[in-house]
Nanobody, 115 residues
Framework: QAQLVESGGGLVQAGGSLRLSCAAS????????MGWYRQAPGKQRELVAT???????NYADFVKGRFTISRDDAKNTVYLQMNSLKPEDTAVYYC?????????WGQGTQVTVSS
């Protein structure tokens, strides 16, 4: 059974850092890309960053220069290093994995940035 397990969320003051992790398991097909999305209360889910199996990176404009996505293929794990956090970064962060013909989601991890 396909499963994405996220960890690393929490409460941090503005200007602080957090590192999110997402471990994928049970996905039958090769993972083509993994990424992070977020959803704040009352807002739609939005892309934060993605990384393909070939190493191509894509970031939302609002995190460029502050967040870094990386992956460990041996562990089927993707990371999101978040620096210089702002209150507007407060949201539930979801991990995503895209394999052949299917997209998988984690359960989400809460990130709260206090001012």
């Amino acid at each position: 059974q396909a499963q994405l397990v996220e960890s690393g969320g929490g409460l941090v003051q503005a200007g602080g850092s957090l590192r999110l992790s997402c471990a994928a398991s049970g996905i039958a097909f090769a993972i083509k890309s993994m990424g992070w999305y977020r959803q704040a209360p009352g807002k739609q889910r939005e892309l934060v960053a993605t990384i393909t199996s070939g190493g191509s990176l894509n970031y939302a404009d609002f995190v460029k220069g502050r967040f870094t996505i990386s992956r460990d293929d041996a562990k089927n794990t993707v990371y999101l290093q978040m620096n210089s956090l702002k209150p507007e970064d407060t949201a539930v962060y979801y991990c995503n994995a895209f394999a052949s013909l299917a997209s998988y989601w984690g359960q989400g991890t809460q990130v709260t940035v206090s001012s």
